[in-house]
């Protein structure tokens, strides 16, 4: 976000420590709030990802000449394999899932993974979903995350409703989402910019202002080698007795699930501040670019502001759409 905005943005967090800011909105809400605050998350589209390449020919044909039950229980199995991750937010790496239900021997894995997306589709309404163009093509994206898929709600949401009435069920559930869209506000607002485009904030840059949010939160993150930082993972993503996040245990997670990506910092891919051992660095992960989106964090950071969402950066957003429908029109071409 260009300098002007990203002023503002850490003085509204900064000097209004008292302000209460209650955050439990994905892409799909369309709600919002703080005690003094009043503003309505508008509904903007997710990025747009990318679908499953289609099979080999040949893999189909050796679908085709499979045994009806040994065909019938092969798609069973991968479906119900994927549905059960998926619902529990793990990325789905589509080589080793196959092996996992059993199929890497089998020369029509790639036709029985493509039916298996098919039924998870037309029966549950999830769809899998890959990483978006745009960040698939960025040095910083690591490459595990270019063959991996994420299981998706695909049913129509216009107003928000069908969203909320799912994440309203489990408090834990939209305090976790309210935090996903927070960090990524944080890392839009206050990220260092990559000549690829991304943006990436120092984790302790990133702990201070959530601190100035809820005084609850560590004002820093936890030193290497600290007993803190090696119990994170045996903790409740949930402080004690309470609904605070404990974000030690919920980055992990999220960066587990692919809502953000996180490097070791250096002085090399760092270079606006000066950095110290055990320093990480976070960025926008593909997850959280499908599910939510830079168009509707750049609105969310506009209206916490009261102010009208920067127009550079939504020419940027639209000038990386336009460029991979331009890529879509091609390869629907070339099929």
Same mark, same amino acid.
């Given at each position: 976000?260009?300098?002007?905005?990203?002023?503002?943005?850490?003085?509204?967090?900064?000097?209004?420590?008292e302000?209460?800011?209650?955050?439990?909105?994905t892409?799909?809400?369309?709600?919002?709030?703080?005690?003094?605050?009043?503003?309505?998350?508008?509904?903007?589209?997710?990025?747009?990802?990318?679908?499953?390449?289609?099979?080999?020919?040949?893999?189909?044909?050796?679908?085709?000449?499979?045994?009806?039950?040994?065909?019938?229980?092969?798609?069973?199995? =991968?479906?119900?394999?994927?549905?059960?991750?998926?619902?529990?937010?793990?990325?789905?790496?589509?080589?080793?899932?196959?092996?996992?239900a059993?199929?890497?021997?089998?020369?029509?894995?790639?036709?029985?993974?493509?039916?298996?997306?098919?039924?998870l589709?037309?029966?549950?309404?999830?769809?899998?979903?890959?990483?978006?163009?745009?960040?698939?093509?960025?040095?910083?994206?690591?490459?595990?995350?270019?063959?991996?898929?994420?299981?998706?709600?695909?049913?129509?949401?216009?107003?928000?409703?069908?969203?909320?009435?799912?994440?309203?069920?489990?408090?834990?559930?939209?305090?976790?989402?309210?935090?996903?869209? =927070?960090?990524?506000? =944080?890392i839009?607002?206050?990220?260092?910019?990559?000549?690829?485009?991304?943006?990436?904030?120092l984790?302790?840059?990133?702990?201070?202002?959530?601190?100035?949010?809820?005084?609850?939160?560590?004002?820093?993150?936890?030193?290497?080698?600290?007993?803190?930082?090696?119990?994170?993972s045996?903790?409740?993503?949930?402080?004690?007795?309470? =609904?605070?996040?404990?974000?030690?245990?919920?980055?992990?997670?999220?960066?587990?699930w692919?809502?953000?990506?996180?490097?070791?910092?250096?002085?090399?891919?760092?270079?606006?501040?000066?950095?110290?051992?055990?320093?990480?660095?976070?960025?926008?992960?593909?997850?959280?670019?499908?599910?939510?989106?830079?168009?509707?964090?750049i609105?969310?950071?506009?209206?916490?502001?009261?102010?009208?969402?920067?127009?550079?950066?939504?020419?940027?957003?639209?000038e990386?759409?336009?460029?991979?429908?331009?890529?879509?029109?091609?390869?629907?071409?070339?099929?």
């Amino acid at each position: 976000m260009p300098r002007r905005s990203s002023k503002r943005s850490l003085e509204v967090i900064d000097n209004d420590d008292e302000e209460e800011y209650e955050t439990t909105s994905t892409n799909n809400h369309k709600r919002g709030g703080g005690s003094n605050h009043n503003f309505t998350l508008s509904q903007q589209v997710p990025e747009a990802s990318q679908g499953i390449p289609n099979e080999k020919p040949s893999e189909r044909n050796n679908l085709e000449k499979m045994d009806k039950v040994a065909r019938a229980k092969a798609v069973t199995d =991968l479906s119900r394999l994927i549905l059960f991750k998926g619902l529990e937010k793990e990325p789905i790496d589509r080589l080793k899932i196959i092996k996992e239900a059993g199929l890497n021997s089998m020369r029509a894995s790639g036709a029985i993974f493509s039916e298996a997306s098919e039924r998870l589709r037309n029966i549950f309404g999830m769809e899998l979903r890959r990483i978006p163009k745009y960040m698939e093509e960025r040095k910083s994206t690591p490459a595990k995350c270019k063959d991996r898929y994420y299981l998706q709600n695909i049913a129509s949401d216009y107003d928000g409703s069908h969203s909320r009435e799912i994440h309203s069920i489990h408090q834990g559930s939209k305090i976790e989402n309210g935090l996903v869209l =927070l960090v990524n506000a =944080l890392i839009f607002c206050k990220g260092e910019s990559r000549s690829d485009g991304s943006r990436w904030i120092l984790g302790r840059d990133l702990y201070r202002l959530l601190h100035s949010v809820d005084d609850a939160v560590p004002g820093e993150p936890p030193a290497q080698g600290s007993s803190r930082a090696k119990s994170h993972s045996k903790c409740s993503r949930f402080q004690q007795n309470s =609904l605070t996040p404990n974000l030690d245990a919920l980055m992990e997670q999220f960066i587990a699930w692919d809502y953000f990506i996180k490097e070791r910092a250096t002085e090399d891919n760092f270079a606006s501040q000066s950095v110290e051992d055990g320093d990480f660095i976070y960025t926008m992960g593909p997850r959280s670019a499908i599910e939510i989106g830079r168009k509707q964090i750049i609105y969310f950071c506009a209206e916490i502001l009261d102010e009208e969402p920067d127009p550079t950066m939504l020419k940027e957003v639209e000038e990386d759409t336009m460029e991979e429908e331009a890529l879509d029109e091609v390869f629907m071409e070339e099929a």
